[in-house]
């Protein structure tokens, strides 16, 4: 009977351990479980904040895109605060009262969301009703850099068949060389002059970067020929086709729509000088989805054949003197200039010259930005003229200049063609033009 009595009370232990067992394992799997729960909750309400930060960013966004911080209303019209908040009217947006900043009868309309958080202040100017001369002809630009401009720095083999590249890390790409050994230089040539006449010592180059004279030395290599090198990659000028955009009362022009920046930096070049040339078209390359095509002409480089000279190369297009006229076969069209919050979405025409001759072509803006952070994407635009399509395939390299028109007022330029679409392309208005 004890031994029974031991027997049982084992057996009933050993019970009692695997309940415990079990129970235990079962707890864990529920903590296991809840932990995942709340992971799971947590990854979700991160997932909603995100969805909303998102959503308030890109409405933010389009708001900020539909309102512009400034515009321009014609100081004869009559325009009262009024008439402005409704041409800038959007969901959710409220315009405070204005309140006067100038004699001139300037103002600014503060504007908050939802009535109550302050969005941002928008500046009205009252300026002159202004007239501009439209064109579309094509030209041919020459420009030379302030200084040389580098490209790249490169390898050097020495006479010791070692590879040295003396300027790596010392000059750097989208420099411009203004001076070698203290003496000033304005182009490639000058340059490969004063090269020439190395002797292996160290030399002092000044270069402009990013606005600042950086002063630099470089120790020339001698190549397997004999001859010293700074293994540097420059470029001085450049040249291309475009479109004229307009001529205004004073003789100054704007054309592109777009600076010029360097193919192989991908800056904005700061130039010297230039000139506007006259040009004629030889072929076109048309577009078509996935390759932009382009015109291809020919440019007189001729002293007879200057049209302009080329002053200021920035972000909105480049500017100068017109020295031509409508005798020298350019295109000259009078016409009323539009305001930015004018443009409205629907048919509108180009003015370009694809065949030897300025004509209108039919096209539509699809979209506006008022407020677009880059001025020369503030619409978009898309050639329906069967004709224009059937000869270029729509926008290509070449037209960007092209004056874009509606409802009988100069709106804007053709900048840029999409890649994936020749038929459309992105404009700038001609107030951001006007106002470079």
């Not at 409220?94 to 969301?113: M, N, W």
């Not at 009205?124 to 790249?152: A, F, N, R």
């Not at 010259?353 to 209108?360: C, I, L, M, T």
Request: glycine share 10%; with cysteine.
């Amino acid at each position: 009977i004890q031994d029974s009595n031991k027997i049982i009370g084992h057996i009933l232990r050993e019970d009692n351990l695997i309940a415990d067992c079990s129970l235990l394992f079962f707890t864990e799997r529920m903590c296991e479980r809840m932990n995942r729960r709340k992971k799971y909750r947590f990854f979700v309400i991160c997932c909603l904040a995100l969805d909303l930060l998102a959503i308030f960013w890109l409405g933010y966004k389009y708001l900020d895109r539909k309102i512009p911080d400034e515009i321009q209303i014609s100081r004869d019209s009559g325009e009262s605060t009024e008439d402005v908040t409704e041409v800038l009217s959007a969901p959710l947006v409220t315009f405070e009262k204005a309140v006067t900043v100038s004699q001139d009868g300037g103002y600014i309309l503060p504007c908050r969301l939802l009535g109550y958080i302050p969005f941002k202040e928008v500046k009205v100017t009252p300026v002159d009703e202004q007239e501009i001369y439209v064109s579309g002809s094509t030209i041919g630009i020459y420009m030379e850099t302030e200084g040389v401009l580098v490209i790249d720095t490169g390898e050097i083999e020495d006479q010791n068949g070692e590879m040295k590249e003396p300027a790596k890390n010392l000059v750097r790409q989208g420099d411009y060389i203004v001076s070698f050994n203290g003496e000033k230089i304005s182009t490639k040539r000058e340059l490969i002059n004063d090269i020439a006449g190395l002797d292996g010592e160290e030399v002092t180059l000044e270069v402009k970067r990013e606005g600042e004279s950086v002063p630099v030395s470089v120790t020339p290599v001698k190549d397997t020929k004999g001859d010293y090198k700074l293994g540097i990659w420059v470029r001085d000028d450049t040249q291309g086709i475009g479109t004229l955009t307009y001529v205004d009362q004073n003789g100054r022009y704007g054309a592109l729509g777009h600076g010029i920046s360097d193919i192989d930096t991908a800056q904005l070049l700061n130039i010297r000088n230039g000139a506007l040339y006259k040009a004629q078209i030889l072929a076109i390359n048309k577009g078509s989805k996935g390759n932009p095509g382009e015109l291809a002409g020919f440019i007189r480089y001729d002293d007879r054949n200057i049209l302009g000279s080329i002053e200021i190369n920035s972000k909105n297009g480049i500017y100068g003197q017109f020295y031509k006229g409508a005798e020298d076969g350019i295109t000259l069209k009078k016409m009323p200039v539009a305001y930015k919050q004018d443009v409205k979405t629907g048919e509108a025409s180009v003015l370009c010259n694809v065949d030897g001759e300025v004509r209108e072509y039919q096209a539509e803006i699809k979209r506006i930005d008022l407020n677009h952070e880059d001025t020369n994407k503030s619409f978009v635009i898309q050639i329906t003229d069967e004709k224009l399509l059937e000869k270029t395939g729509g926008i290509v390299q070449g037209l960007s200049g092209s004056p874009v028109l509606q409802n009988g007022k100069m709106v804007g330029a053709i900048t840029h063609v999409f890649v994936q679409d020749s038929t459309s392309g992105y404009g700038i208005f001609i107030e951001n033009m006007l106002g470079k």
